[in-house]
């Protein structure tokens, strides 16, 4: 195998990791959004921000990427708090948010 190849091999790789992580925050976006709307919170920037990304075992015990993101969200319109949603491959394995005043 050629140099070449083995660097489009790891530029494929790096590609679809991006792709794959693109889609997968676009999920928890959606998914941080309704929970806070389910929780009587506003969702602040209508955004997810990446934390950390690591290699996990699923249920069925294969090895995926768990990627946590943050988000802000208010319940009185005047502190911010902050939630966190960790996603396991692209299913939602836990959502928090912080303690936080209710209106």
């Known amino acids: 195998m050629s140099d070449s190849t083995v660097v489009l091999f790891i530029l494929a790789g790096i590609a679809w990791i991006w792709w794959n992580g693109r889609g997968v925050a676009e999920h928890a976006n959606r998914v941080a959004d309704q929970y806070c709307q389910s929780m009587g919170v506003s969702f602040l920037n209508d955004t997810v921000s990446w934390r950390k990304t690591r290699l996990k ?3 069925s015990g294969s090895m995926q990427l768990e990627r ?5 969200f208010a319940s009185d319109m005047q502190q911010r708090y902050r ?13 928090q948010l912080e303690p936080h005043r209710y209106h």
């Open 57 to 59: 075992r699923g249920a």
């Open 83 to 95: 939630g966190e949603i960790v996603m396991l491959g692209n299913r939602v394995k836990s959502i």
């Open 68 to 72: 946590t993101y943050f988000f802000e």
